[in-house]
């Protein structure tokens, strides 16, 4: 362990930390990462000592991490972990944390921000009593405000203390093992890249489906929404890496400087009706700390459309929504037909719960016949044990590409402020026109106006 280097954890105690950040420090500890072996300080309010957190985080470790949790692994890595009382929103109690950092010798640190964006400019004033606190990098989770405005004053507060290029804005869907294939299966096939364009794509759609609802988490959603939980940030960033030309070159502004063009590119629709249809869970009203009168959005859909010459005129579907009748999240790509009456042939990347790619095309019926018949290929990643020992979980890697200081594969504030910029102006329009979220049934496939959306303009949802 490098005694020097320093992971806090604001938050210690949250939901986050327990199910995804312990979990995933337990399986760099498992896979012996070299290089990503800190010391682990965790800040909580309640009444911990180092050694009944460390008993507490076992269950949450042994119950989520992707390795095998064996007691000798987890003994060396929960004597990593210190805990530290504090109320961090009282600033004189930095002067204590600063103290503290001095006596176990914390020199280079990374302070992960796992609690709500309210917390962040308290966070940050206190940090000013921290010495080196101002050099060291900072994890942000999203949302990154609740709006444009808002995001952009977190950014102020934030870019006024830690220099730009230490602010890490984690979006775990970017560390997902087939979001992280999407260049791969574009780029390095001409059987895909060359047809990938308007000219040969009838629609591309991208679905983000869960079962679960929102649990305990109503007083965040419902301030929230599909739309800013979800699309906002998670699926603009896969839509992105779906539409981009090909990055000129490896370096990570070459791929961003590609996705903002696409966000750049993103046209409002004329008319919000026809194109945007919300909806909500029949029994979200009741769910905790949720208002019953709610007009929250659980279910989102939207066809857009981007204004460049590759994807001029062709629909892009987005969707996503809670308490549906299956988790699934993937990447459909439905091509023109050649023909009248033929199927199209279909590319469906599985991003999860399996991994993989799902390939439709046509063939002769075997026999007498000469009828046209869908040959179905699917090939699953995930099925082989040895792609799943082998696969680092989400916020695995990207604690890891954080304390090696790549910052590749993290949300950039124009970005954020881009997409921001269109999901505050197209809920803006559906509000104006007195649009209100459908009702649909816990378990189903969403509102069945979602269905409609597509049917309008003769496409169907790929299931
Ligand atoms: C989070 C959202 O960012 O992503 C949640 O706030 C959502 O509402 C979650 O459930 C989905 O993540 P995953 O990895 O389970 O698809």
């Given at each position: 362990?490098?005694?020097?280097k320093?992971?806090?954890?604001?938050?210690?105690?949250?939901?986050?930390?327990?199910?995804?950040?312990?979990?995933?420090?337990?399986?760099?500890?498992?896979?012996?990462?070299?290089?990503?072996?800190?010391?682990?300080?965790?800040?909580?309010?309640r009444?911990?000592?180092?050694?009944?957190?460390?008993?507490?985080?076992?269950?949450?470790?042994?119950?989520?991490a992707?390795?095998?949790?064996?007691?000798?692994?987890?003994e060396?890595?929960?004597?990593?972990?210190?805990?530290?009382?504090?109320d961090?929103?009282?600033?004189?109690?930095?002067?204590?944390?600063?103290?503290?950092?001095?006596?176990?010798?914390?020199?280079?640190?990374?302070?992960?921000?796992a609690?709500?964006?309210?917390?962040?400019?308290?966070?940050?004033?206190?940090?000013?009593?921290?010495?080196?606190?101002?050099?060291?990098?900072?994890?942000?989770?999203?949302?990154?405000?609740?709006?444009?405005?808002?995001?952009?004053?977190?950014?102020?507060?934030?870019?006024?203390?830690?220099?730009?290029?230490n602010?890490?804005?984690?979006?775990?869907?970017?560390?997902k093992?087939?979001?992280?294939?999407?260049?791969?299966?574009?780029?390095?096939?001409?059987?895909?890249?060359?047809?990938?364009?308007?000219?040969?794509?009838?629609?591309?759609?991208?679905?983000?489906?869960?079962?679960?609802?929102?649990?305990?988490?109503?007083?965040?959603?419902?301030?929230?929404?599909?739309?800013?939980?979800?699309?906002?940030?998670?699926?603009?960033?896969?839509?992105?890496?779906?539409?981009?030309?090909?990055?000129q070159?490896?370096?990570?502004?070459?791929?961003?400087?590609?996705?903002?063009?696409?966000?750049?590119?993103?046209?409002?629709?004329?008319?919000?009706?026809?194109?945007?249809?919300?909806?909500?869970?029949e029994g979200?009203?009741?769910?905790?700390?949720?208002?019953?009168?709610?007009?929250?959005?659980?279910y989102?859909?939207?066809?857009?459309?981007?204004?460049?010459?590759?994807?001029?005129?062709?629909?892009?579907?987005?969707?996503?929504?809670?308490?549906?009748?299956?988790?699934?999240?993937?990447?459909?790509?439905?091509?023109?037909?050649?023909?009248?009456?033929?199927?199209?042939?279909?590319?469906?990347?599985?991003?999860?719960?399996?991994?993989?790619?799902?390939?439709?095309?046509?063939?002769?019926?075997?026999?007498?016949?000469?009828?046209?018949?869908?040959a179905?290929?699917?090939?699953?990643?995930?099925?082989?044990?040895?792609?799943?020992?082998?696969?680092?979980?989400?916020?695995?890697?990207?604690?890891?590409?954080?304390?090696?200081?790549?910052?590749?594969?993290?949300?950039?504030?124009?970005?954020?402020?881009?997409?921001?910029?269109?999901?505050?102006?197209?809920?803006?329009?559906?509000?104006?026109?007195?649009?209100?979220a459908?009702?649909?049934?816990?378990?189903?496939n969403?509102p069945?106006?979602?269905?409609?959306?597509?049917?309008k303009?003769?496409?169907?949802?790929?299931d």
């Amino acid at each position: 362990m490098n005694k020097e280097k320093t992971f806090t954890i604001f938050g210690g105690t949250g939901d986050l930390t327990f199910r995804k950040l312990l979990p995933a420090l337990y399986n760099m500890e498992a896979a012996d990462k070299e290089g990503l072996s800190t010391q682990i300080v965790i800040v909580g309010r309640r009444d911990y000592t180092s050694e009944t957190y460390r008993d507490l985080a076992r269950e949450w470790v042994e119950k989520f991490a992707r390795l095998a949790y064996t007691v000798d692994v987890y003994e060396r890595f929960s004597r990593r972990i210190i805990y530290y009382r504090m109320d961090i929103t009282e600033e004189e109690s930095y002067e204590g944390l600063n103290e503290f950092y001095k006596k176990i010798e914390a020199k280079e640190h990374i302070f992960y921000f796992a609690v709500a964006p309210r917390f962040f400019a308290g966070i940050v004033s206190g940090l000013k009593h921290i010495r080196g606190a101002c050099e060291g990098k900072v994890v942000i989770e999203k949302p990154f405000g609740e709006d444009l405005l808002a995001a952009k004053s977190l950014n102020r507060t934030m870019e006024a203390f830690f220099t730009p290029e230490n602010i890490y804005r984690i979006d775990h869907y970017l560390g997902k093992e087939m979001v992280r294939n999407i260049q791969t299966i574009r780029f390095a096939n001409p059987i895909f890249q060359n047809v990938w364009n308007a000219e040969y794509i009838d629609c591309i759609q991208i679905s983000a489906l869960e079962e679960v609802g929102v649990e305990t988490r109503g007083g965040y959603y419902d301030h929230s929404g599909a739309l800013k939980d979800m699309m906002q940030n998670h699926l603009f960033q896969i839509l992105t890496i779906v539409a981009m030309e090909r990055p000129q070159g490896p370096a990570v502004e070459e791929m961003h400087q590609e996705q903002m063009k696409v966000l750049a590119a993103l046209k409002a629709p004329e008319e919000i009706a026809e194109n945007m249809v919300l909806g909500q869970y029949e029994g979200y009203r009741q769910e905790p700390s949720v208002k019953e009168d709610s007009v929250t959005e659980t279910y989102a859909a939207v066809r857009l459309f981007i204004d460049n010459d590759r994807w001029k005129g062709m629909p892009f579907y987005i969707r996503t929504g809670k308490k549906l009748g299956k988790r699934e999240m993937q990447v459909a790509v439905v091509f023109k037909s050649p023909l009248p009456g033929l199927e199209p042939n279909i590319l469906n990347i599985k991003i999860q719960p399996t991994e993989g790619v799902y390939l439709q095309f046509n063939i002769k019926k075997p026999g007498e016949s000469d009828d046209t018949i869908q040959a179905k290929m699917d090939f699953c990643q995930s099925c082989l044990q040895i792609n799943q020992m082998n696969t680092p979980e989400a916020y695995e890697r990207l604690i890891g590409a954080c304390i090696l200081g790549n910052r590749a594969w993290f949300s950039q504030w124009d970005q954020i402020e881009t997409s921001w910029n269109y999901v505050d102006s197209i809920r803006k329009m559906y509000a104006e026109r007195g649009l209100l979220a459908y009702p649909y049934p816990a378990g189903s496939n969403g509102p069945v106006e979602a269905d409609r959306l597509l049917e309008k303009y003769g496409h169907a949802w790929f299931d």
